[in-house]
């Protein structure tokens, strides 16, 4: 990992907040061999594969899970989130290069039961009882996720999307659109040739 990379972090911190860093960079190091920075308190429980990319950051209060040996999570380069980032991997999650993410995040593979017509968990059985359904997940290059979106299982974000405040994305998402609301839809499109954002 490129050392200008911890300098631009450190020269804008005071002197408390500098050995908190060195402490969350030390950690790390520990754990991830190709170069994230995660900043703590976060938790990591994993029983299944992290692929963390070059020069990555996760904020403080990031939960990130596998809950099978099967379970992957893959991270492009140049990865940026806030706080509270939560993501939830069953199958998979995959994220391109240069995301980035505010506040309040969370992404999940699975959900706890089925509810279509032919195949319908009961709400009499507790929810932590009910099978673990699952659908990959992937996010494409230079995707920004707003403030307190939900990305739902099944789901493949295209890539240089927008994705406003407070979104639920139930859909996919056609690349170079910006989405907005619940369930999230598409309200603007990039036009090359005319070098700006359309409404659609």
Same mark, same amino acid.
């Given at each position: 990992?490129?050392?200008?990379?911890?300098?631009?972090?450190?020269? *804008? =911190?005071?002197?408390?907040?500098?050995?908190?860093?060195?402490?969350?960079?030390?950690?790390? +190091?520990?754990? *991830?061999?190709?170069?994230?920075?995660?900043?703590? !308190?976060?938790?990591?429980?994993?029983?299944?594969?992290?692929?963390?990319?070059?020069?990555?950051?996760?904020?403080?209060?990031?939960? &990130?899970?596998? *809950?099978?040996?099967? %379970? +992957?999570?893959?991270?492009?380069?140049?990865?940026?989130?806030?706080?509270?980032?939560?993501?939830?991997?069953?199958?998979?999650?995959?994220?391109?290069?240069?995301?980035?993410?505010? %506040?309040?995040?969370?992404?999940?593979?699975?959900?706890?039961?089925?509810?279509?017509?032919? =195949?319908?968990?009961? !709400?009499? &059985?507790?929810? /932590?009882?009910?099978? +673990?359904?699952?659908?990959?997940? /992937? #996010?494409?290059?230079?995707?920004? #996720?707003?403030?307190?979106?939900? #990305?739902?299982?099944?789901?493949? /974000?295209?890539?240089? /999307?927008?994705?406003?405040?407070?979104?639920?994305?139930?859909?996919?998402?056609?690349?170079?659109? #910006?989405?907005?609301?619940?369930?999230?839809?598409?309200?603007?499109?990039?036009? *090359?040739? +005319?070098?700006?954002?359309?409404?659609?």
């Amino acid at each position: 990992m490129r050392l200008s990379f911890f300098w631009e972090l450190i020269k *804008f =911190n005071g002197i408390l907040l500098n050995i908190r860093m060195l402490i969350d960079l030390i950690y790390s +190091l520990l754990n *991830f061999r190709i170069g994230a920075f995660l900043r703590f !308190p976060s938790e990591i429980r994993s029983r299944g594969c992290i692929q963390i990319g070059k020069n990555c950051r996760f904020g403080r209060y990031s939960t &990130i899970e596998l *809950f099978n040996k099967d %379970s +992957l999570l893959k991270v492009g380069d140049g990865f940026r989130s806030n706080s509270y980032l939560h993501i939830g991997v069953v199958s998979s999650v995959t994220i391109g290069t240069n995301v980035l993410v505010a %506040s309040g995040v969370f992404i999940s593979d699975h959900s706890h039961g089925y509810y279509s017509r032919s =195949n319908s968990s009961s !709400p009499n &059985i507790p929810p /932590v009882l009910r099978p +673990l359904m699952s659908s990959p997940i /992937v #996010i494409g290059d230079n995707v920004w #996720i707003g403030e307190k979106v939900t #990305i739902l299982p099944g789901v493949n /974000v295209g890539r240089g /999307v927008i994705i406003g405040a407070g979104c639920v994305v139930t859909d996919d998402i056609q690349e170079y659109s #910006i989405v907005v609301g619940v369930p999230a839809r598409i309200i603007k499109h990039y036009d *090359f040739t +005319l070098e700006q954002w359309v409404k659609i």
